[in-house]
Nanobody, 124 residues
Framework: QVQLVESGGGLVQAGGSLRLSCAAS????????MGWFRRAPGKEREFVAA????????YYVDSVKGRFTISRDNAKNTVYLQMNSLKPEDTAVYYC?????????????????WGQGTQVTVSS
């Protein structure tokens, strides 16, 4: 079992930055590849970014490439999402998720464990 707790969300003006954190319980964090997803108001949850279990590879949805960076610290059992140049369309609840295995994936159904989400609101 892995429990995930997100933090770092909040209200920010367009062009600003936030760093989301996702803390994982347990001693096996390094066995899981990690992903960030988001659900905007009235929309389906969508993939944002993912990282392999040792952090050597990552992938981003086109809309955040060059603005968001996913990283992890296995010693701290934490994955991060640095979000720069935020836009109003980035407003959403952001979720972290974990899946067993080394490779990243965009597929929501491949993730086994989910956090409760953290709200990010970007004002124009």
């Amino acid at each position: 079992q892995v429990q995930l707790v997100e933090s770092g969300g909040g209200l920010v003006q367009a062009g600003g930055s936030l760093r989301l954190s996702c803390a994982a319980s347990g001693r096996t964090f390094s066995r899981y590849s990690m992903g960030w997803f988001r659900r905007a108001p009235g929309k389906e949850r969508e993939f944002v970014a993912a990282i392999t279990r040792n952090g050597d590879d990552s992938y981003y949805v086109d809309s955040v490439k060059g603005r968001f960076t996913i990283s992890r610290d296995n010693a701290k059992n934490t994955v991060y999402l640095q979000m720069n140049s935020l836009k109003p369309e980035d407003t959403a609840v952001y979720y972290c998720a974990a899946r067993g295995g080394s490779a990243w994936t965009m597929t929501e159904q491949s993730y086994t464990y989910w956090g409760q989400g953290t709200q990010v609101t970007v004002s124009s």
